[in-house]
């Protein structure tokens, strides 16, 4: 089936809904994609925000919930690159689970895509003004309303270099990325050499409980560790959301790529750094704990070096989630379900810049609720887990949908039953289990219980009120499913 031409208008599925020329088409080779969804996921940003909170889920386990999660979460890229050869389209998930499996389904699974850029930003913004602060004070860091200020200042920055094309964010993240990954890896390095050659004074030295599930606490903490990586690696999807502005339909690559090489970095980054201090001040310096580890490992110069890598990291996956949260709501604007107003583009800039904005302001609004309300590491560790149960939910329904479009093609022979069968299938259940499992067996805690299930709850409601008044056609289409090309078309099997 054909994906429909949206290089110079955006279409609804009951008509068009007029921008000024739509997103900006080829914009982006498979290299710049790679990039985004790398810095989407943020590796050096997301250790800062989550090192403290996986040893405290699972202890110096945490390599055991990264390996476990890789099988599944290359299962649902697999799944995420079927569906963007089927179609790529700036709402990824929320498109294709609504196009094949049902529309209330696609629209959650957009809300939670939405929640999950606007909300989850907060993991950017606080360590965005908490590591800022920390290159002038030791005391700022830790007060909520400076931390606020800069976070906002910074978002602001991002936002406008985001609204001005998405080659001039290409740009920033290439500027930035080889400069941030040599670092981790080489103060990784540095942190193994200095634990286990040179046996740095208060470290933790690797114990085979390090690999075991009984190390990790058990079954039930597992799965709590299991939720923070399934944090650690969500934001590889940012490649399909720019399927529309990337050439030959490579996203779908990019993602895979992207999956493999965050494994590769979080494992070493997780099993480096997590022994270098004993985990009291792991957990005493949860906001800035990339500075501590700095700060151990070579002195004053090079913790503010880490500081900047942090810095520059954090901008950039916060500039990959305002990009990949304008173009969400960009395509629930097009089809209707939200306010067609998300649907403008910027004449000059091909950009979705009412969602731009929109989406780059609430960020602010979120950094600034959650500093009222609670600490700043506690912030940070409640919405961790609550972000994973949302990648859980709308990476299981990707899946599902990639399996359910493709089910009259994928038993024709055996390589295509496992890989676009039954690996995508695995990822599905496996993010499925440990949905349900982390609701029914509450590892989640109140704070992140209430936020996960109310926000859950509140887009069903969405979904049905969207339905009602909205009428969008988006709705009421046929549910569509992958029909063997016949031998004379020319077009290349799924």
Not at 144 to 153: E, F, K, M, Y
Not at 439 to 451: D, F, I, P, S, Y
Request: one cysteine or more; proline letters at 3%.
């Amino acid at each position: 089936m054909a994906a429909p031409d949206r290089s110079n208008v955006t279409t609804s599925a009951g008509g068009a809904v007029p921008t000024t020329d739509g997103l900006e088409a080829n914009a982006l080779r498979r290299g710049d994609v790679v990039i985004m969804a790398l810095a989407s996921s943020g590796p050096t940003q997301s250790i800062a925000v989550s090192l403290a909170a996986i040893v405290a889920a699972v202890s110096y386990a945490g390599i055991v919930p990264i390996f476990i999660c890789l099988i599944p979460m290359l299962g649902i890229a697999i799944g995420y690159r079927r569906l963007n050869a089927w179609q790529p389209d700036a709402g990824a998930t929320f498109s294709w689970v609504g196009r094949a499996l049902s529309p209330s389904a696609g629209f959650l699974s957009g809300w939670l895509m939405l929640l999950y850029y606007v909300v989850g930003t907060i993991s950017l913004t606080v360590p965005l003004g908490t590591y800022t602060l920390s290159l002038f004070s030791q005391s700022l860091p830790n007060n909520n309303l400076a931390v606020a200020i800069t976070g906002t200042l910074l978002d602001l920055v991002v936002l406008a270099v985001a609204a001005i094309g998405i080659q001039a964010s290409a740009r920033f993240q290439w500027s930035w990325a080889v400069f941030e990954y040599v670092v981790l890896i080489a103060f990784a390095i540095l942190a193994l050499v200095r634990v286990y050659v040179g046996h740095l004074a208060g470290s933790v030295h690797v114990s085979a409980s390090w690999f075991t599930v009984s190390g990790a606490g058990g079954f039930h903490a597992l799965i709590g560790g299991i939720l923070i990586a399934i944090f650690l690696y969500s934001g590889w999807d940012t490649a399909a959301y720019v399927g529309e502005e990337t050439r030959d339909r490579r996203a779908g690559d990019a993602a895979l790529l992207s999956v493999v090489l965050l494994f590769l970095i979080y494992s070493l980054g997780v099993f480096a750094f997590q022994g270098v201090v004993p985990d009291k001040t792991l957990q005493a310096n949860s906001g800035n704990i990339l500075s501590e580890i700095g700060q151990v490992l070579g002195g004053g110069f090079w913790a503010k070096v880490m500081i900047i890598v942090v810095l520059g990291g954090t901008l950039a996956s916060l500039q990959a989630a305002i990009l990949s949260s304008s173009r969400i709501g960009f395509a629930m604007g097009r089809e209707r379900v939200l306010p067609s107003w998300l649907a403008r583009t910027h004449q000059r800039w091909r950009t979705p810049i009412t969602a731009t904005v929109l989406f780059g302001l609430l960020n602010v609004v979120f950094l600034w609720a959650s500093l009222q309300i609670t600490s700043i590491g506690g912030a940070l560790s409640d919405i961790v887990s609550t972000l994973g149960l949302f990648a859980a939910i709308f990476y299981a329904l990707t899946a599902a949908a990639a399996v359910w479009y493709y089910r009259r093609v994928i038993r024709r022979d055996a390589t295509t039953l496992v890989i676009g069968g039954v690996l995508p299938a695995l990822g599905a259940a496996f993010m499925a289990f440990v949905v349900v499992y982390s609701l029914a067996t509450h590892v989640l805690n109140g704070v992140e219980l209430a936020t996960g299930v109310g926000l859950v709850v509140v887009g069903i409601l969405a979904a049905g009120a969207s339905r009602v008044v909205g009428r969008s056609a988006f709705f009421t289409g046929p549910r569509q499913v992958f029909a063997e090309p016949a031998a004379d078309a020319g077009r290349t099997r799924p």
